[in-house]
């Protein structure tokens, strides 16, 4: 299942953070805006409404028929609309105007002497409607105030506070952008360095120069773990390779000494003959026990020469079997060439190569009866060889293992059919991967057990 970045998660957290706090706040914002507002715009209009009221009834005590004048005048002062109602009839309006929307609530709430207020919807626009009793001239006195420029004002308000919303949405994402940049930094670095130190380069440290305290410590720490894991790979190296250099000379003494006794083999009586073919053998396993752990000593600590060379694939592997089967007393295998495969150019080193092919065709003759082909092609970046051999296979669940020193299988309890040191695939696959390939168990057309060698293909593929 893809697993989704750090990085990613603490991008969108960012995000999504800094866009529902300023959502937030923008909606704290404007409703209170919008509460303080209409508040205010209510109680000036309720203020005004009652000034006007007073007016209205000085003029109907005094000068009934100056209504309309007194109505028309209040209109122009305040940008409202004014209306007077007597006895269930309206009384006067001001320019021939119609009445809005009042309902018959507020209408009746005002004439029995209530103080009335209502909000409502006309002609597309939000209005304020005061109802006021004037009892003193048995009438009620309605004023009709406009809530355009208050509703544009908080539509002013409501766009400059969704911009700011985006804006501090954007501010937010840059800002995670920078510091999950700065967050996640450390974290692909130590990432990358224990890459390349998996892939062998021990050297690679990590740079502490301008890094926060926490990064210091963990750089520190890093560089603290990888050079006591180096010291102690040196060491156990130096110790492999001093042991096998140790066990050489007494060694070859007692392989000579095997090698004369078998010389004068017949003057010896046959529980003697049985003992020395068993110490001939052991020795055998012994001394190429002892070559493997010099090989494998040399190549972890280093030291063995690394040739690389750019050479011709198909001839290379010709001149490695033969040479293989000439040191293993064993006739060469046939080598079978797919159609697909021209001239590829790959670029190893020979002599770890010839000792690639050497131990697989040795393994397979000990333990498989022997090798039925090599058989070789190609892909478009890669060299393959496929080395098959006659046996029962390798069991699927010690195909992962075949490749670790030591590891002999499940036949490792035989003393009789197990003769080899398990190390011989371990320095395969070292070996191959020192060539940047790979090397893989199958299993063969002819059921035995197939051991895949993959080697990229270099820019010179044809000749």
Avoid at 156 to 182: C, D, F, H, K
Wanted: glycine content about 6%.
């Amino acid at each position: 299942m893809h697993q989704r970045s750090l990085r990613t998660r603490l991008l969108v957290t960012f995000g999504l953070g800094s866009f529902v706090l300023s959502s937030l706040f923008a909606s704290l914002t404007y409703f209170g805006v919008l509460s303080i507002l209409i508040n205010n715009q209510q109680s000036t209009d309720l203020k005004q409404s009652y000034e006007n009221a007073t007016l209205v009834r000085n003029t109907l005590s005094t000068n009934p028929s100056g209504l309309t004048a007194t109505l028309n005048s209040i209109e122009k002062a305040t940008n409202t609309q004014a209306l007077v109602r007597t006895q269930g009839q309206w009384l006067s309006e001001s320019s021939g105007a119609q009445p809005p929307e009042i309902s018959a609530a507020t209408i009746s709430a005002a004439d029995k002497g209530t103080v009335t207020e209502q909000t409502v919807r006309f002609a597309n626009q939000d209005i304020f409607i005061v109802g006021l009793p004037i009892p003193s001239v048995h009438s009620e006195y309605f004023e009709v105030f406009s809530l355009s420029s208050l509703s544009n004002t908080l539509q002013t308000l409501l766009e400059l506070l969704s911009l700011g919303t985006l804006a501090i949405s954007v501010i937010g994402i840059v800002g995670g952008l920078w510091a999950t940049r700065r967050v996640v930094k450390p974290l692909r670095e130590v990432s990358e360095a224990a890459a390349l130190i998996a892939q062998g380069q021990l050297d690679t440290r990590l740079s502490v120069n301008n890094a926060d305290r926490e990064v210091q410590q963990l750089s520190n720490s890093f560089n603290e773990m990888v050079a006591q894991l180096v010291e102690r790979l040196d060491r156990d190296a130096r110790f492999a390779s001093d042991v096998s250099h140790e066990l050489r000379s007494p060694l070859t003494t007692v392989v000579t000494t095997a090698a004369i006794l078998q010389q004068h083999r017949a003057d010896l009586s046959p529980a003697g003959q049985e003992s020395l073919d068993l110490l001939t053998a052991d020795l055998a396993i012994f001394q190429t026990l002892v070559e493997d752990l010099l090989e494998m000593a040399r190549n972890d600590a280093g030291a063995t020469p690394h040739v690389s060379e750019n050479v011709a694939a198909i001839e290379l592997v010709n001149q490695a079997a033969r040479s293989a089967a000439r040191r293993l007393g064993i006739e060469a295998p046939s080598i079978e060439l797919d159609a697909s495969v021209k001239n590829p150019h790959i670029v190893v080193d020979r002599r770890r190569f010839e000792r690639v092919i050497a131990n697989l065709l040795d393994n397979a003759t000990r333990y498989a009866g022997g090798v039925v082909a090599i058989r070789v092609t190609c892909t478009e970046a890669s060299f393959i060889v496929n080395v098959d051999d006659a046996g029962t296979g390798i069991a699927p669940d010690e195909r992962s293992q075949v490749f670790e020193r030591f590891f002999r299988g499940r036949i490792a309890h035989d003393r009789s059919s197990v003769r080899g040191t398990g190390l011989g695939l371990a320095l395969v696959r070292e070996h191959i991967v020192a060539f940047d390939g790979s090397i893989i168990v199958l299993e063969s057309p002819e059921g035995g057990a197939r051991l895949q060698i993959s080697i990229p293909i270099s820019s010179e593929e044809y000749a």
